[in-house]
């Protein structure tokens, strides 16, 4: 079965950086959009970033634009997140996130309702 599994998560302070990673298997994922979504407390689940898988290209929310780098590696079947710049507001427990190019398309895409699979999530803190 489809699994996601993410790591990489940690305590930080701010100004720091932090890279997560998640290990996608159980599938072939060419024709899939990976997808980082994060989760405040009280708050709830919002768009990070995402990539396509066959072409890499990457969407960013405007709050992460310029800070975060989304990547994926084939051979690794692997998606990173390479955050830098971080402040205490990202806080939160980060999540992988698969979903079918075929569904995932225009601003539906920034949903968590487009996405199939997801990954048990990290947490991130930032200490200010």
């Known amino acids: 079965q489809v699994q996601l599994v993410e790591s990489g998560g940690g305590l930080v302070q701010a100004g720091g950086s932090l890279r997560l990673s998640c290990a996608a298997s159980?599938?072939?994922?060419?024709?899939?959009?990976m997808g980082w979504f994060r989760q405040a407390p009280g708050k709830g689940r919002e768009f990070v970033a995402r990539i396509t898988w066959s072409a890499g290209d990457t969407d960013y929310a405007d709050s992460v634009k310029g800070r975060f780098t989304i990547s994926r590696e084939n051979a690794k079947n692997t998606v990173y997140l390479q955050m830098n710049s971080l402040k205490p507001e990202d806080t939160a427990v980060y999540y992988c996130?698969?979903?079918?190019?075929?569904?995932?398309?225009?601003?539906?895409?920034?949903?968590?309702?487009?996405?199939?699979?997801w990954g048990q999530g990290t947490q991130v803190t930032v200490s200010s």
């Open positions: 159980g599938r072939t994922f060419s024709n899939f959009v």
């Open positions: 996130a698969a979903a079918s190019m075929r569904t995932c398309s225009g601003t539906y895409c920034y949903s968590r309702n487009a996405y199939d699979y």
